[in-house]
């Protein structure tokens, strides 16, 4: 049996899973912001699959959880945010009895397992994935290509027409996500167009970019600070010396 935790917060609302199991999956699987810009997901991301995990640490970037599947996938600067894969979605039985049957769910769950066979396709991705708690710790090599060579049995990977429409896209730039957030009448609003806001709150990353920066701020402020005591001190200087001249 699936482990639901037992109270998870929306954007609107709180959620009960043991008791609001339907609403609940379609808050975690589903991608609401991302589908209200889609036509536009061109300009933030390329047509293609996300890179294994392996190589996005060797791009430097750090593996950010998010519990968010629209942020999933999504990058900013070094980070990369990525969604836990539910551990639902690896038992047969469970999609069998509750995913099956809703087609926009099977769509969208489709989706998010896709993505993790972009993600975790060596075995040094599945140490990374573990790791991080990305994939249940229990889950082996030989388990995890045995279940994806029958997941992608299913899969028409040239069209994708069996996966929700998201996952045509792998990676998502958050700078032009937000830029799009901002413009776009559709989802456009003033709060996001003057607090700088759209799709993800700056806040979540602008703190990590002041703490990257902060020595080089830091660095620039004493550096003005001499600069501006020695511009006192000559000014200062030259005052004394007009003073003792006119004496």
């Known amino acids: ?38 036509r536009y997901l061109w300009l933030a991301g390329l047509p293609k699959a996300a890179r294994p995990l392996h190589r996005q ?11 968010n599947t629209d942020e999933h996938l999504v990058w900013h600067e070094s980070r990369i945010f990525l969604r836990p894969l539910p551990d639902f979605l690896l038992n047969y039985n469970y999609w069998r009895e509750t995913i099956c049957p809703d087609k926009k769910l099977h769509r969208s769950s489709c989706g998010l397992l896709l993505s993790y066979a972009w993600l975790v396709s060596y075995e040094s991705d599945l140490k990374i994935a573990k790791e991080i708690g990305l994939l249940p710790s229990g889950i082996d090599w030989l388990n995890w290509t045995t279940f994806l060579k029958d997941f992608l049995s299913h899969i028409d990977i040239d069209t994708l027409e069996q996966v929700d429409r998201r996952y045509r896209y792998g990676e998502l730039r958050l700078n032009r996500l937000n830029s799009l957030y901002r413009v776009i009448p559709a989802v456009f609003s003033i709060s996001n167009l003057i607090r700088g806001g759209g799709f993800m709150s700056s806040s979540t990353w602008q703190s990590s970019l002041f703490r990257r920066n902060f020595a080089w701020l830091l660095t620039v402020l004493v550096y003005l600070t001499v600069i501006l005591s020695a511009l006192q001190v000559g000014l200062a200087t030259d005052l004394l010396k007009e003073s003792s001249s006119s004496c």
């Open 1 to 38: 049996m699936p482990t639901y935790p037992i109270l998870v917060r929306t954007d609107s609302q709180f959620i009960r899973p043991l008791e609001e199991k339907e609403k609940f999956l379609k808050a975690i699987i589903y991608t609401p912001k991302l589908d209200r810009i889609h």
């Open 57 to 67: 640490r060797l791009l430097g970037r750090e593996l950010v959880i998010t519990e």
